[in-house]
């Protein structure tokens, strides 16, 4: 949509899901933790836009995807400031605020090769011992961690 000469807003979309206040260093880290470079739909990703609030940020607009509790969770552990926006017809429909889970299960992986969840196929769980910077400990072999890998 342009407004005028100089000025290039990014369109709006119909349905769909906005995830806004993205750090700017963060947006193709979440691209890539949600998987979307396979995503076929259509994606509008800004990155190193001007905020009043926040300085650079980072937005992605997503057409006709509506994430699941567990991506978000994902989202949240990277970028807690994001913001979560599903529209509908238009319309906002709903914004949700990020929480950092207190308890983490299955989406991250445990970064000790002996852990018996990565030997036998058992779901990680892991409490979040701190939020900034996140670090994570391991239920089974109590490792803590602050580099957080996601499972596939
Ligand atoms: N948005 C969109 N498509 C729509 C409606 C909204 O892409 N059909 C986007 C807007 O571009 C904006 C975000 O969703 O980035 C939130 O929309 P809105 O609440 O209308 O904007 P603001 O009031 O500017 O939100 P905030 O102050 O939280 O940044
Ligand atoms: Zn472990």
Redesign the pocket.
């Known amino acids: 949509m342009t407004t005028n000469n100089k000025e290039l807003v ?1 369109e ?3 349905n769909g899901t ?1 995830i ?1 206040h993205i750090p700017a260093d963060k947006v193709f880290k979440i691209v890539r933790i949600l998987g979307l470079e396979a995503y076929e739909d259509e994606i509008l990703i800004g990155t190193n836009l001007c905020s009043k609030k926040y300085g650079k940020k980072g ?1 992605l ?1 997503i057409k006709n995807k509506y994430f699941s509790q567990d991506e978000i969770d994902k989202i949240a552990i990277i970028c807690p400031t994001a ?1 979560i ?1 599903i ?1 509908k017809n ?3 429909e709903q ?1 949700k605020h990020l929480e950092i889970p207190k308890h983490i299960h299955k989406i991250v992986k445990c970064i000790n090769p002996n852990c018996i969840t990565n030997v036998e196929e058992i779901e990680t769980n892991f409490d979040v011992v701190n939020n900034d910077p996140i670090q994570i400990q391991c239920h089974y072999c109590e490792k803590t961690m602050e580099e957080i890998i996601f499972n596939e």
């Open positions: 990014v709006k979309i119909d906005v806004d937005i607009k913001t926006i529209i238009y319309e906002v914004k």
